[in-house]
């Protein structure tokens, strides 16, 4: 007999989420943010801060800002960068794709809404498995950023360029 499929759903977080999403970074990540920061990020970037609920649970979250940058080109010109803070899956959760549809959400959220150019990444360099699943979905490693985290692992920048007809 084939397992039933998960019936979650991706929504946007809200103020009533916040202390589920927080609990998951607790449990789940070495890096963790204080409350009012995931607050910002709720109240400036709605529509990319976005959680996995089954029922009225939050087994997922994933959060992301959008960071001006300056192309040193001529003309000179701005562009908007969308970077994902912070994901992440609740560890009974995982392999259901429940991060993915996370990913592509959000991602979605940042080319139509915040109309991105690109979106990057931080990652450990010891994650494979978060690793695969951003290069499953395009990413690829654009630097090294050497002693990155707090323990001082390097981390890999990854970053996917954005097409407004995906």
Known sequence: MAKPELEYRIERATKEDLDQVININL???????????F???????????LVAKLDNKVIGYIM??????????????RIKRGHIV???????????GIGTQLLKEA????????????????VRISNSEAINLYRKLGFS?????????????????MSLKLNSTE
Request: net charge negative; glycine share 2%; aromatic share 18%.
């Open 86 to 96: 912070s994901f992440a899956v609740l560890p009974e959760y995982r392999r259901k």
């Open 39 to 49: 607050e910002y990020l709720l109240e400036r970037y709605p529509e990319s801060f």
């Open 64 to 77: 992301c800002r959008v960071e001006d940058a300056i192309i040193l080109s001529f003309p000179i010109h």
């Open 107 to 122: 991602i979605k959220a940042l080319r139509d809404v915040y109309h991105c150019v690109d979106v990057f990444l931080e």
């Open 27 to 37: 449990r789940t990540l070495p890096e963790n943010y204080p409350r009012f920061f």
């Open 141 to 157: 490693v654009s630097q090294i950023k050497r002693g990155y985290y707090k323990d001082g692992e390097d981390a890999y920048e």
